[in-house]
């Protein structure tokens, strides 16, 4: 017997390959020969497969991730990103189990495309208008190899990594006011 709760889904799978896929809140009694497959998901900031956590459980609604990204500009300044991702699951179910670690999935695909998006700006361009860029790029995105889609993106900290510039930077804001 497995509890399944609000939000979450777990997959089951029977020796013969059959699979069903439950969603919560639910009680599920496993047949003789089912078993609850698992995922591996990656943790700390920013993601990696360093330290994974397995569990039998998907958060398929309101899922939170979040991720420090490092970026470098058309200028060549780096800048570090953290950022937290509001991810659901739609679609069928049983494409939600398609990638093993969906956090890194989601991590790397979201990582490439801003490092790509970035690429083209200025510093000065991508920092004035950082959080407007980053939201228009990531919001709404669909990943359609496992019915993922990031419904909201919380910029937390957007940081220079070159102390010189990003005082430059400041400064000149500064005057502009």
Not at 58 to 86: F, K, P, W
Not at 145 to 155: F, H
Request: charged share 25%; net charge negative.
């Amino acid at each position: 017997q497995i509890s399944v709760w609000t939000g979450y889904a777990i997959l089951v799978t029977a020796k013969t390959g059959r699979r069903r896929v439950e969603v919560g809140p639910t009680t599920v009694l496993l047949d003789y020969d089912e078993t609850v497959e698992a995922l591996t998901l990656s943790t700390g900031k920013p993601k990696t497969t360093d330290k994974l956590l397995e569990t039998p459980f998907l958060r398929v609604e309101n899922n939170q991730v979040t991720d420090i990204v490092e970026v470098e500009t058309l200028d060549h300044v780096y800048v570090q990103l953290r950022m937290s991702y509001r991810v659901n699951f739609a679609g069928d179910p049983l494409k939600w189990f398609a990638v093993e670690n969906y956090v890194k999935f989601l991590c790397d695909h979201v990582r490439s495309i801003l490092k790509g998006a970035v690429r083209k700006l200025t510093v000065e361009d991508f920092y004035a208008s950082s959080t407007d860029t980053i939201r228009t790029l990531i919001s709404g995105m669909e990943l359609p190899a496992n019915g993922m889609r990031i419904g909201d993106v919380d910029v937390l900290q957007v940081t220079l990594k070159d102390e010189k510039i990003r005082a430059l930077l400041e400064a000149a804001q500064h005057d502009v006011v």
